[in-house]
């Protein structure tokens, strides 16, 4: 925990120190070039999620975004023991973008047999300087469906399968190199094991993107789950990762004590705390293509 906490006040002192007056020189010649345009700050966070949890950017209007994640871990002291890893969960999803600021999406994953979907939209975007709002807003409305087994037999009800997660996202872009998020999030969960399990859980995020250059970044992202299951031990996700940008592909290597890919599972269920000991850290990897079914002239925006 003081690891975690250790890791995002360094994210928060390097970003600020890191702040130039390039930015505002580039804002004033956007000014002079577009005085009657509002100008919004851009790809804060450039993917649409920071690692596992979702960021507050939405797709453009006309693109499609087609993801692969995998998650790869050891089970210790089995002699099922394979070269690479013992397990790997995965997800494939596609994310369209209705508007600029609205997206939707779908995906699959063989983590529990899941099936999920959601939708975005961008509320508030944030402008530079003080000329309107510091900070970009996103609502995330997110649902899967338990489509394996029923894990408790003492409920057949399929709509109880279901599961709900809402989270409101906030954001800001401090200068070129640091973003900054905060996801308050509700979780409703159809199905829990034991009575005493809460139904609803309750957790806050905190996530940061740090960029290296014009291609690599480094991220990391933090939940704090507030009332956990107790019929069994489960910790608050925690990752670190890598980002690689090229042109519409993106990839993403991070390690992480999360083995599923979908919300309400993640944040319920994580079986293990963010150590290195075995089978602590997992291995994940991501890849993104970025699919430009339409083409639109957008609105100036700050690039910083």
């Known amino acids: 925990m003081k690891n975690r906490k250790l890791i995002l006040a360094c994210f928060l002192i390097v970003g600020l120190l890191s702040q130039t007056n390039a930015q505002d020189n580039l804002l004033d010649i956007l000014d002079a070039e577009h005085p009657n345009e509002k100008i919004f700050t851009a790809a804060t966070f450039k993917m649409t999620r920071i690692s596992y949890g979702q960021s507050i950017e939405t797709r453009k209007k006309g693109t499609l975004e087609t993801y692969w994640s995998y998650r790869f871990w050891n089970i210790p002291n089995t002699r099922t023991q394979s070269f690479f890893a013992d397990k790997v969960s995965g997800r494939l999803a596609l994310e369209y ?72 996202l906030i954001a800001r872009k401090f200068n070129s190199n640091f973003s900054f ?66 042109g519409g592909l993106m990839f993403q290597c991070m390690l992480t004590n999360t083995r599923s890919l979908v919300e309400d599972t993640y944040l319920t269920q994580t079986p293990n705390s963010f150590n290195f000991k075995a ?26």
Do not use: C
């Open 279 to 304: 089978p602590n850290i997992n291995l994940g990897l991501t890849a993104i293509y970025i699919w430009h079914l339409k083409k639109k002239k957008h609105p100036p925006q700050n690039k910083l």
């Open 97 to 168: 973008g209705v508007t600029d600021r609205f997206s939707m999406g779908v995906g699959y994953s063989n983590y529990d047999d899941l099936f999920d979907g959601f939708l975005k939209y961008k509320l508030v975007r944030q402008q530079p300087r003080n000329d309107g709002s510091p900070v970009s807003i996103t609502l995330f409305q997110g649902g899967s469906y338990n489509g394996g087994g029923n894990p408790y037999a003492n409920n057949n009800d399929d709509f109880n399968r279901l599961s709900y997660t809402s989270q409101v």
């Open 181 to 246: 998020q905060i996801a308050p999030t509700i979780i409703h969960r159809g199905m829990t094991a034991w009575p005493s399990d809460p139904t609803n859980t309750f957790a806050m995020g905190f996530g940061g993107r740090f960029k290296i250059n014009g291609h690599l970044s480094f991220v990391s992202e933090y939940y704090w789950v507030t009332n956990p299951l107790k019929s069994k031990e489960t910790f608050d996700p925690f990752s670190l990762g890598l980002n690689w940008e090229i």
